[in-house]
């Protein structure tokens, strides 16, 4: 069976997506790839494909999408089929750019609670019952990481490449999900991906913001199943 290498999110690791591991692992085999050692899209990508399976199903939600893509870019035979979740195809605008440099010294100088709390974290959930357990297991997940990881993903993240020419140059099974209460990664981001690759399912998952997997899990895993059933 085609093994399933998850890539998750800036400041998060694998528990970003246990509800998905929980459910799956007792059928497919998982990887979570942790994106954390280099400050380069190009790094990050580079360093999953030296130690992934020699071909696999590849799933990656917000900056873990943005490293699927450049997974894609550099190896696109080794993939077996894409799922991109909560995610931007498209370099960083200025306006964000510009707001890089003051959460970095910020972070450097011992504020990282503070930066995702203030920043980051108000912009990830739609309401719900589990919002603030989601947001405690966040901070757990930022702190564990630490201040180096935060300074890394977000100069990756600011130096990131356009891969709509990737994207649209991919002909295999694709998935595109997004919470339809998405801030950071809104549901036209995903329309825009969606016709890129006119072969992918979208799926919008109702009551989620930008993390689905733990807002909204068993649909997401759900539409992550109907994906791997076409691999």
Same mark, same amino acid.
């Given at each position: ?16 997506? +246990? ?17 954390? %050692? ?8 580079? #360093? &999953? ?30 993939? @077996? ?9 498209? =370099? #960083? ?16 100088? !011992?504020?990282?609670? %503070? &930066? ?15 919002? @603030?357990?989601?947001?405690?297991? /966040?901070? @757990?997940?930022?702190?564990?990481? !630490? ?8 100069? =990756?993240?600011? !130096?990131? +490449? ?5 994207? %649209? ?8 999900? /997004? ?5 950071? /990664?809104? &549901?036209?981001?995903? #329309? ?15 009551? @989620? !913001? ?18 791997? #059933?076409?691999?």
């Amino acid at each position: 069976m085609t093994p399933l290498v998850l890539l998750p999110g800036m400041m998060c690791d694998a528990r970003l997506f +246990a509800p998905q591991i929980a459910a799956l692992s007792g059928r497919i085999p998982i990887v979570t790839a942790p994106i954390s %050692r280099h400050d380069t899209m190009t790094a990050l990508a580079a #360093e &999953v494909l030296s130690y992934a399976p020699p071909r696999f199903a590849l799933a990656g939600l917000s900056m873990g999408g943005i490293v699927a893509m450049e997974i894609l870019r550099q190896a696109p035979g080794r993939i @077996a089929g894409l799922a991109l979740m909560d995610t931007n195809p498209l =370099a #960083e605008l200025d306006e964000v750019k510009a707001r890089r440099g003051p959460q970095i010294e910020a972070v450097r100088n !011992g504020g990282l609670r %503070r &930066v995702m709390a203030g920043d980051m974290m108000p912009n990830y959930l739609a309401d719900g019952p589990d919002h @603030a357990a989601i947001l405690d297991l /966040c901070m @757990a997940m930022a702190t564990d990481l !630490g201040p180096e990881v935060f300074i890394r993903q977000s100069r =990756a993240l600011r !130096g990131r +490449a356009d891969q709509t020419a990737t994207l %649209r140059a991919y002909s295999g099974p694709a998935l595109v999900l /997004c919470g339809r209460e998405d801030i950071p /990664c809104p &549901v036209s981001r995903h #329309e825009l991906m969606h016709r890129l690759m006119p072969q992918s399912r979208l799926e919008i998952i109702e009551q @989620a !913001g930008h993390l689905p997997t733990l807002e909204q899990p068993q649909d997401t895993t759900a539409a992550l199943l109907r994906w791997l #059933e076409t691999i």
